[in-house]
């Protein structure tokens, strides 16, 4: 079935650091895809999200661009700041107007 | 409400013991979604009430689990003789019709601990 997958592990890095997180997905079709974040104590909250291919979305600094040759959805934000830790997850749209989501990254940013 | 509301945010129950979760969501949201997020796992799909529609349960673990909406608002999850592995977030969320093309609005959880 359509799923997504995330790196493995938690993401460390020092604040106004390039961060990157990857995320590929397998599905049949051109699904939309999206970032979630979710904020210590708080719920998902949709971060970014782009539905066709070479489509970027942005948000907050963050982007990410559909890329269908290589079927991934990568995150990436050129300087982090320690506001920005959460974990991240990875999602596409499937049949039925059901998300399937990674597993999801923890980014803490030191400051 | 401005936001999708779970409650209790906290639940420890003993195994065996049945568990209801609330979940009230955006005023005018019809579709209702209810996720489960443990621990390395991401989230699993339990799920999805739209409109007056019959409700997808496909993603449900097992019969020990339901879930209902009434009246197209407010919807009870319940867990029967809970077992240690059902012990998990469980997400509630909500959208308009179609889904916003994936941009639910998810509430806090409530954090379930079996004993």
């Known amino acids: 079935g359509d799923s997504v997958t995330q790196m493995e592990g938690p993401v460390t890095l020092s604040e106004e650091a390039f961060l990157t997180i990857n995320c590929t997905y397998t599905a049949t079709g051109y699904p939309s895809l999206f970032w979630y974040v979710q904020y210590p104590g708080e719920g998902l909250q949709l971060l970014l999200k782009?539905?066709?291919?070479?489509d970027k979305g942005s948000n907050k600094g963050f982007e990410a661009t559909y890329r269908k040759e290589t079927t991934s959805f990568h995150l990436e934000k050129g300087s982090v700041q320690v506001s920005d830790s959460a974990v991240y997850f990875c999602?596409?749209?499937?049949?039925?107007?059901?998300?399937?989501f990674g597993k999801g990254n923890q980014v803490v940013v030191i400051p | 409400g401005a936001g999708v509301s779970q409650s209790p945010s906290n639940k420890v129950t003993e195994k065996g013991k049945d568990v209801e979760l609330r979940c009230d969501p955006i005023s005018g949201h019809t579709a209702l979604y209810w996720y489960r997020q443990s621990l390395g796992q991401g989230l699993e799909f339990l799920i999805y009430f739209q409109g007056n529609s019959a409700p997808d349960k496909s993603g449900l673990p097992s019969d020990r689990f339901s879930a209902e909406r009434t009246g197209g608002s407010v919807s009870t999850l319940t867990i029967q003789r809970t077992q240690q592995e059902d012990s998990a977030v469980y997400l509630c969320a909500s959208s308009s019709f179609y889904g916003q093309g994936g941009g639910y609005t998810f509430g806090s959880g409530t954090r379930l601990t079996v004993v």
């Open positions: 999602a596409l749209l499937y049949g039925n107007n059901r998300l399937a």
């Open positions: 782009a539905t066709k291919a070479d």
